[in-house]
């Protein structure tokens, strides 16, 4: 029966020891925007938009199992961490990735905010609709098929 017991502890034991790994270290947050599904992962590049920094993420990660750990397992837990914490997405900066099956996987990652966050939800909502209407000299301003006030079909106000 001990045996048992100290079985079960030593297994809850690497399951936390796996997670425990995760530190941010960071210089603001914000509340989250969108979902930590929606967050973008740049691997060893810059993203193409302008952010501001919020923080960084470091973890080494290891595991019991027959091949070596890697990113796309800890992918979701990163996502999260960067929701969290406000960030729209995580740049990998270092990546030492084990070939041994008991290595450790080392990320170093910064966690950033866009600048000018897209209206478009990251969580696969729909684009939001603009209309524009332009106007040629001495032209109509309201475009064709518009609901314009006075059109037939309009309803009134």
Do not use: H
Not at 36 to 65: M, N, S
Not at 84 to 93: K, Q
Not at 96 to 119: I, M, N, Q, Y
């Amino acid at each position: 029966m001990a045996y048992r017991v100290v079985l079960v502890g030593l297994c809850v034991a690497l399951v936390a020891a796996c997670a425990a790994g995760l530190q941010y270290a960071s210089e603001k947050t914000y509340p989250p925007r969108g979902t930590p599904e929606g967050i973008q992962v740049f691997d060893r590049r810059e993203p193409p938009e302008a952010y501001e920094r919020l923080g960084q993420i470091t973890w080494d990660y290891q595991r019991t199992k027959f091949s070596p750990p890697n990113l796309q397992e800890i992918q979701s837990d990163l996502k999260q961490k960067v929701w969290e914490v406000g960030g729209d997405a995580l740049i990998i900066r270092k990546l030492e990735e084990p070939r041994d099956p008991a290595g450790v996987l080392r990320v170093g990652a910064d966690v950033v905010r866009w600048k000018r966050w897209r209206a478009v939800m990251r969580s696969g909502g729909a684009e939001p609709s603009v209309a524009v209407a332009v106007r040629a000299p001495g032209g109509d301003p309201w475009p064709v098929g518009s609901c314009r006030p006075d059109s037939p079909g309009a309803r009134p106000q």
